[in-house]
């Protein structure tokens, strides 16, 4: 037997007390008929209590009540197998954790602001399954697709610039790595939301583009930092806070390169938005583009679905109410 509502059973030891209170009621009232007149004087006045009856009736009401919180608790028995079809857009989003997202152009710094907004945008998503795929100079899946959101969070909220010790940025691997997630065969309408500053120190990103394209995968690109640029902070052997410096010890200067992302989501008639300040365009992309595509359904599962019997505890309390208010607890003469 399954419960639907389990946390009423909180209303059980109402039973216990209801005992004892109808205990200290019937001594009270007997007590006050006494003090009134005589056993004699009450029996010939009709007024004497047939005490059977009196805790058949109080029995009666708690018994009710019982059945009334076994309806509040609604209990299942009995099932039956459904075919449950669950649709949704399959999204792979790869985040950059290179150094560079370390700049703090946007605070505290790009990383944990792509981290902030993305976690913002599992709030809008409606049955969607989403993937996670880290980059720097090379690519990896993080989390596979799921619909499972509180399980993708705890990847989400583990990301770092150390996940790959690998220095750059391989936003064609990153893609590349993005079509690799996606299910082999699957008719399901695909996106990657490409979150980087853009700055791309390994192959061409356009034919990743292309290639996505081919297998009718949009990419959508988020920039992330300002046009400008800022300088990357980091910390020394001291865990002081000192500036990234190169090989030839020049001081590094992290710059947005907002073209590349513009022909990356244009190949693959995505969109790019850019996230200057906290103005993000995530939720804005996924309501006004990814949430429109069709939905396809991925998934289809038999689900046991029990079946609802609170109306049988709810039939028998009222049936024992209506008795117990026909009843008295009178003695006859």
């Known amino acids: 037997m399954n419960y639907g509502n389990p946390n009423y059973l909180y209303l059980l030891p109402a039973i216990p007390l209801l005992i004892i209170g109808y205990i200290l009621v019937f001594r009270k009232k007997m007590k006050d008929l006494n003090k009134f007149a005589s056993v004699e004087l009450l029996q010939k006045a009709g007024l004497s209590i047939n005490k059977k ?15 009334l919180i076994f309806t509040l ?29 370390l700049a703090d152009d946007v605070k505290p710094n790009r990383l944990e602001v792509a981290k902030r907004e993305i976690e913002d945008l599992l709030n809008v998503l409606e049955g969607d399954r989403v993937g996670l795929v880290v980059f720097a100079g090379s690519a990896f899946i993080y989390c596979p697709l799921t619909s499972d959101y509180g399980a993708f969070r705890l990847f989400l909220n583990d990301l770092n610039t150390n996940i790959i010790p690998l220095g750059g940025t391989a936003i064609a691997e990153a893609i590349r790595k993005g079509i ?24 061409d990103p356009l034919k990743a583009a292309s290639m996505a394209k081919e297998q009718g995968i949009v990419v959508y690109t988020v ?9 990357i902070k980091v ?29 990356i989501a244009l190949e693959t008639g995505g969109l790019y938005t850019p996230a200057y300040g ?19 359904t991925y998934k289809t599962q038999r689900v046991k679905r029990y079946v609802n019997r609170f109306q049988i505890p709810l039939f028998i309390a009222v ?7 026909f009843l008295s607890d009178r003695k006859k003469l």
Do not use: C
Not at 186 to 202: F, Y
Not at 236 to 261: A, F, P
């Open 73 to 101: 608790i609604e209990p299942k028995w009995g099932y039956h197998w459904e075919e449950v079809e669950k649709k949704g857009i399959d999204i792979v989003i790869a985040v950059d954790t290179s150094r560079s997202m």
């Open 235 to 263: 910390k020394d052997e001291s865990g002081n806070e000192v500036l990234l410096k190169d090989r030839q010890g020049q001081v590094i200067k992290s710059r947005l390169d907002e073209i590349t992302l513009n022909k």
């Open 223 to 231: 920039g992330v930092g300002k046009k400008d640029g800022s300088y």
């Open 319 to 325: 049936v024992l109410v209506a008795l117990e208010s």
């Open 278 to 296: 906290t103005k993000w365009g995530l939720e804005k992309i996924y309501k006004n583009s990814i949430a429109k595509i069709e939905e396809s």
């Open 53 to 67: 009856r009196q805790w058949l009736k109080a029995i009666l009401i708690i018994v009710g009540v019982l059945f």
């Open 180 to 203: 690799s997630t996606f299910e082999a065969n699957s008719k399901n309408h695909k996106a990657i939301i490409l979150i980087t500053d853009g700055e791309n120190h390994e192959d």
